[in-house]
């Protein structure tokens, strides 16, 4: 699955002249993994759990919930439902599926560069430039572009002034924003794990390609682009992942016409405290995701995500 | 590892590729370079405006006035602070589980480090808060810092136990051999060598903390952290102190992150470099979400 778990381990027995007993051998690593995995299981896995059981929660904020397994939640929530959560649903997976596809497009080239155009000196500092963004507090981030791109901002601003575009033209509030935001957040994501890939891609193999007279866009497409695959497809996972729930962005950089799922579970919790109904959404959310991915990793099939699912 | 073998090739450059590459890293720097010059804006306001009134120091000056926002910020740091130092303390001996021993919840517990660090965070602070809820936790700091934890663990897992996959064992069969017991090898010889890691483990869980912003929305009860005060004031703009205590932040990270890297460089220095082709990627919780990935 990852890197260093794959490393062989090169302790598997202590030095001879010293063998602790069998049981103390035995015992010590569920020991050493007592409060740290017990931390993560208590307060990360059963938490994941009980949402699903919270969803089969029936009633109100005033008199408290009880556990009523009431499956029909679901149906009621995205069959027949005042509110359109299909509707949130669907444009999550759509701003996440455009971002992710945007964010392939222009990692790929940066990716690309800091691997086979620059000298390995300045590959760090390149790659520290991409990571810069991250040393900004996330909400600040995109509150600046809320800034920047705003009517009275100075992008619209310019525009409007040199006759571009019309008066009404504004930015914030529409499906773009949000899907720029998105793209914007996670570019880094895929920028590193493509990096990764085509770093490990071995030159000689490229220079095999050349000497069996195959042009720069054939060694591209035939030797580089299939052996990147594993980073694009790490880069897929997170930049996925991450905006399909995110109810940041849409709610710094879009309006009433944006609302996603990330808002709605968001909102349900915290503004209505219709707990089950968020925890409902919640589960359907993880549900779905965990879908998508183990399609992905069936159809695409690559090594890495086959240990996970 | 030579240029050549690499593919670098001086002769092939790529205007176009290098044009590319720097117009989106400007785009990049566009929040930044706005959060740091606004934050110097002479506004007559106490809201960040576009117009530029002229250069001043004034909001550093006064970067306590703003009601709750200096409260936030501490409290962010001592949440910071606290998670970071527990995630650390017990996610070193889970690391040294996972990278020195086969046993059988390996796998198990491998998976639950990859899925934590995977996991969106809206799923994770829904479901905190509904697990919090059902055992009738009142939400407010310990709950903050109860859920940080969580997903700070994993980062230090994955970070300590790379270093430590990377470290030469034979110093510590030597140390046993001469007669010391685990606990005397382990302060003696791991922790010395082990301690960059831990630093750099939790300057990572610390800037994880401190940024996060959708779990601890859910978590938080009344309690407000630095993220949870930003998000309430950004829809109806922002006081330029924010600005400042975002440029003191970043500041103040950029430097830690350039003093950590060459500490690292020092003491890791050659040996990772050629056992990791990867090893010169710049350490930051996101970088190394993305290593723990791939």
């Known amino acids: 699955m990852t890197d260093v778990a794959v490393r062989p381990t090169t302790t598997t027995s202590p030095a001879k002249s010293r063998r602790p007993s069998w049981l103390r051998r035995h015992s010590s690593p569920y020991a050493l993994s007592l409060l740290g995995g017990g931390w993560m299981l208590a307060f990360f896995l059963v938490p994941l759990v009980s949402g699903l059981i919270v969803s089969l929660e ?25 509110i359109p959560y299909t509707t949130f649903f669907l444009r999550s997976l759509y701003y996440g599926a455009a971002s992710t596809v945007i964010a392939i497009l222009i990692a790929y080239p940066m990716a690309y ?33 809320s800034f920047v791109l705003s009517n009275q901002g100075i992008v619209i601003t310019a525009l409007r002034d040199m006759h571009l575009v019309s008066k009404s033209f504004h930015i914030l509030g529409t499906s773009n924003a949000v899907i720029g935001g998105d793209v914007y957040n996670n570019l880094a994501f895929m920028v590193l794990p493509i990096y990764v890939a085509l770093e490990r891609v071995d030159g000689r193999i490229l220079e095999a390609a050349r000497d069996l007279y195959s042009n720069g866009r054939q060694v591209f497409l035939r030797v580089v682009l299939p052996l990147s695959r594993a980073g694009i497809f790490a880069g897929i996972l997170l930049v996925f992942i991450t905006t399909v729930g995110d109810p940041v962005v849409s709610s710094l950089l879009g309006g009433v016409n944006t609302y996603t799922i990330g808002q709605a579970i968001q909102d349900s919790y915290l503004t209505n405290q219709q707990f089950n109904v968020a925890a409902a959404l919640s589960t359907a959310l993880m549900v779905v995701l965990g879908i998508i991915m183990f399609i992905y990793a069936r159809v695409f099939g690559t090594q890495n995500i086959e240990n996970l699912v | 590892m030579a240029d050549s073998e690499r593919g670098f090739d001086r002769r092939k450059h790529s205007p176009w590729l290098a044009g590319f590459f720097w117009l989106i890293i400007a785009i990049t720097f566009v929040p930044i370079v706005v959060m740091i010059l606004y934050s110097f804006n002479a506004t007559p306001t106490s809201r960040i405006t576009f ?20 409260h936030a910020f501490v409290t962010s740091i001592e949440v910071a602070v606290i998670s970071a130092l527990i995630s650390v303390a017990i ?11 086969r046993f059988w919840l390996k796998g198990i517990i491998s998976s639950m480090v990859f899925a934590d660090i995977a996991a969106p965070s809206i ?109 309430g004031v950004a829809k109806v703009g922002l006081p330029p102190q924010v600005l400042c205590f975002g440029t003191i932040i970043f500041v103040v990270g950029l430097v830690v992150a350039v003093l950590n890297g060459l500490l690292n460089r020092r003491h890791l220095g050659k040996r990772a470099a050629t056992e990791d082709e990867v090893a010169d990627i710049p350490l930051t919780p996101e970088s190394e979400r993305v290593l723990e990935v791939v």
């Open chain 1, 58 to 82: 029936t009633g109100n904020p005033i008199s408290g919930y009880h556990l009523t397994w009431n499956w029909a939640i679901y149906k009621q929530l995205f069959v027949h439902s005042d």
């Open chain 1, 113 to 145: 560069f800091i691997a086979f155009k620059v000298r390995d000196r300045w590959k760090s500092p390149l790659l520290f430039l991409v990571l810069l963004s991250f040393f900004v507090s996330f909400v600040i981030r995109i509150d600046m572009w």
């Open chain 2, 51 to 70: 117009t530029w009134y002229g250069f001043t120091t004034y909001w550093y000056r006064n970067l306590t006035q703003v009601d709750g926002l200096t």
């Open chain 2, 91 to 101: 996610g070193t001996p889970l690391s040294m589980a996972l990278a020195r021993y």
């Open chain 2, 123 to 231: 799923v994770v602070g829904a479901a905190s808060l509904s697990f919090f809820l059902s055992i009738n936790l009142n939400t407010g700091l310990l709950t903050i810092l109860i859920a940080h934890i969580a997903f700070n663990v994993a980062y230090v897992v994955v970070v300590v136990q790379a270093r430590l996959s990377g470290m030469d064992t034979s110093i510590e069969d030597a140390a046993r051999d001469l007669g010391a017991g685990p606990f005397t090898t382990f302060t003696r010889v791991t922790l010395p060598l082990l301690w960059p890691a831990l630093l750099a483990a939790g300057l990572m869980a610390f800037a994880m903390s401190i940024d996060d912003y959708v779990i601890t929305s859910f978590v938080a009860g009344s309690t407000v952290t630095f993220p949870l005060f930003v998000y």
